[in-house]
Each structure stands twice: as structure tokens, then as C-alpha cells.
């Protein structure tokens, strides 16, 4: 069984394309594109809970709707990402 496993993980390494150096650096933006966004967001929510910790409500739903902005944001690079995997075969 191991022997299979060896193989198969040999055949998929030789067996893959190389991706054109343009192509590869689209997945990259892609994939840094949606770090950005959820960093952005989850730093959004931290600030969320400090406001709502001191009270400022107000402060805090500003926070929040500009994280859910980030989300989105993230939400349309990750699709992206994946259309471009999806497309590649």
C-alpha cells in the first residue's frame, strides 16, 4: 500500500503543467488580495468588541459594517481564486 502511495504521488508531480509565469502571478495577487481583506476585517471586529467594551455602540456598528465590507471583499477574491483553479482543468 505504501509503495501505491509513493507512486501516486510521483505521477502527480510529473504529471502536472508548468503555469505560465503570468497566470501564477494572478493566483499570488489573488491569494495576498484576500489575506488583505481578512486581516482588514478581523482587525475591524477587534476594534468592534474594544468599542463595545467602552460603550460606544455607535463606534462599534461603524466598525463592524466596514468588517463586513472586508469580508465581501475577501469573499470575491477567494471566488476568483477558485474559478481560476476550476478553469485550469
Not at 507512486?7 to 495577487?29: C, L, W
Not at 463595545?52 to 469573499?75: D, Y
Amino acid at each position: 500500500m505504501k509503495a501505491s502511495a509513493t507512486k501516486d504521488k510521483t505521477a502527480s508531480k510529473t504529471s502536472q503543467k508548468a503555469t505560465p509565469k503570468k497566470e501564477n502571478q494572478k493566483g499570488i495577487d489573488n491569494h495576498l488580495t484576500l489575506a488583505k481583506h481578512l486581516e482588514n476585517a478581523a482587525k475591524n471586529h477587534k476594534e468592534a468588541a474594544q468599542h463595545h467594551e467602552q460603550g460606544k455602540h455607535k463606534k462599534a456598528a461603524q466598525s463592524t459594517i466596514v468588517a463586513q465590507g472586508h469580508l465581501n471583499l475577501a469573499n470575491k477574491a477567494q471566488k476568483k481564486d477558485t474559478l481560476q483553479h476550476a478553469t485550469k482543468g
